[in-house]
């Protein structure tokens, strides 16, 4: 593999992940946002938003919070300080990659 | 995902809280009630104590006027904005004492060159529907820079419209002000309702697998 693409194959592929990376970047600039939301803005099924949001958690990146308003159950996700630090690495890197390019 | 879909993605999340229409017709409403005020401070007699109660309790119906516009947008993004599209915190800005303090002045800059240029040129209130209405345009345009939504940049250019044809009709002072008010507001309330059907259009209420959000 060249250097070029070596530094490609460092990058975080939790966040690569189209639909995370979706994910991310909205958590990024709000304070939380529910499930519903995520789920219209990234255009994915429950189900589907449900295992990403599983694999982020997983890599700590976000941090999901089952409370109710009223007695309706809410799920609220917020991003962790390392996923925001993790998003900045992935575009910088990303950036890094292209200008190389 | 390219570079053009991310920043869509952020524009849009910064957007949605304005997507349905509700801070413009709660804003509406309160310039509507300001109409009112203004309108009551000329109409009633000079002597009369309700007048003079209006007129020492500007300040009080501003904050009053406030409050309850927060309320109301919070009261109709629960009931139905957030049910239906989900629920979005978004991140409060510091008030640092840097903003506080720039916030202040710019305010007693302009409150100061209105006493002023009255003061030294009372012909200018004829121009004060004119005045209010360039003011309430630079607002509007600075919101539609920031929220990145085209339809306040229409309504800056409203509010100018709106009042240089109520001074150029010659209703100057209070009265110009109060129909200014009256007026903007009205178009206020109609900008909202418009994203509001549009909003509606767009979405449609979630009601796959139950409650859970």
Same mark, same amino acid.
């Given at each position: 593999?060249?250097? %070029?693409? @070596?530094?490609?194959? %460092?990058? %975080?592929?939790?966040?690569?992940?189209?639909?995370?990376?979706?994910?991310?970047?909205?958590?990024?600039?709000?304070?939380?946002? %529910?499930?519903?939301?995520?789920? @219209?803005?990234?255009?994915? =099924?429950?189900?589907?938003?449900?295992?990403?949001?599983?694999?982020?958690?997983?890599?700590?990146?976000?941090?999901?919070?089952? =409370?109710? @308003?009223?007695?309706?159950?809410?799920?609220?996700?917020?991003? =962790?300080?390392?996923?925001?630090?993790?998003?900045?690495?992935?575009?910088?890197?990303?950036?890094?990659?292209?200008?190389?390019? | 995902?390219?570079?053009?879909?991310?920043?869509?993605?952020?524009?849009?999340?910064?957007?949605?809280?304005?997507?349905?229409?509700?801070?413009?017709?709660?804003?509406? /409403?309160?310039? $509507?009630? &300001?109409? *009112?005020?203004?309108?009551?401070?000329?109409?009633?007699?000079?002597?009369?104590?309700?007048?003079?109660?209006?007129?020492?309790?500007?300040?009080?119906?501003?904050?009053?006027?406030?409050?309850?516009?927060?309320?109301?947008?919070?009261?109709?993004?629960?009931?139905?904005?957030?049910?239906?599209?989900?629920?979005?915190?978004?991140?409060?800005?510091?008030?640092?004492?840097?903003?506080?303090?720039?916030?202040?002045?710019?305010?007693?800059?302009?409150?100061?060159?209105?006493?002023? $240029?009255?003061?030294?040129?009372?012909?200018?209130?004829?121009? &004060?529907?004119? $005045?209010?209405?360039?003011?309430?345009?630079?607002?509007?345009?600075?919101?539609?820079?920031?929220?990145?939504?085209?339809?306040?940049? /229409? $309504?800056?250019?409203?509010?100018?419209? /709106?009042?240089?044809?109520?001074?150029?009709?010659? /209703? *100057?002072?209070?009265? *110009?002000?109060?129909?200014?008010? *009256?007026?903007?507001?009205?178009?206020?309330?109609?900008?909202?309702?418009?994203?509001?059907?549009?909003?509606?259009?767009?979405?449609?209420?979630?009601?796959?697998?139950?409650?859970?959000?």
């Amino acid at each position: 593999m060249s250097a %070029d693409l @070596r530094g490609l194959a %460092d990058i %975080d592929r939790v966040i690569h992940e189209p639909a995370r990376l979706a994910i991310v970047t909205i958590l990024s600039l709000v304070e939380s946002a %529910d499930f519903l939301y995520l789920q @219209r803005e990234a255009g994915l =099924t429950k189900g589907n938003l449900s295992f990403h949001l599983a694999k982020l958690e997983e890599a700590g990146y976000v941090s999901i919070e089952k =409370t109710y @308003r009223g007695r309706v159950p809410l799920t609220l996700v917020r991003l =962790t300080p390392e996923g925001a630090a993790a998003l900045r690495e992935y575009r910088a890197q990303l950036r890094e990659f292209l200008k190389k390019g | 995902m390219t570079d053009d879909e991310i920043k869509d993605i952020e524009k849009r999340t910064r957007q949605y809280f304005y997507e349905d229409g509700f801070i413009e017709i709660a804003v509406g /409403i309160l310039f $509507l009630m &300001l109409g *009112g005020y203004f309108f009551a401070t000329v109409a009633l007699p000079a002597t009369s104590r309700i007048k003079s109660w209006l007129d020492a309790s500007f300040v009080l119906v501003i904050l009053a006027g406030l409050f309850l516009v927060g309320r109301l947008v919070r009261f109709l993004k629960f009931r139905i904005t957030y049910p239906r599209t989900g629920y979005v915190a978004y991140k409060k800005k510091e008030a640092t004492p840097r903003r506080r303090a720039a916030a202040a002045v710019s305010g007693g800059v302009i409150g100061a060159a209105f006493s002023v $240029l009255l003061a030294v040129s009372p012909s200018v209130r004829a121009w &004060l529907p004119a $005045l209010n209405g360039l003011l309430i345009a630079f607002a509007c345009h600075l919101f539609a820079r920031r929220a990145d939504v085209m339809r306040f940049h /229409i $309504l800056a250019v409203v509010s100018a419209v /709106i009042g240089l044809a109520v001074a150029l009709a010659g /209703i *100057g002072d209070i009265k *110009g002000i109060s129909l200014y008010y *009256g007026v903007f507001g009205a178009a206020m309330i109609v900008s909202g309702i418009v994203a509001f059907s549009l909003y509606l259009r767009r979405s449609r209420t979630d009601e796959e697998g139950g409650h859970e959000r």
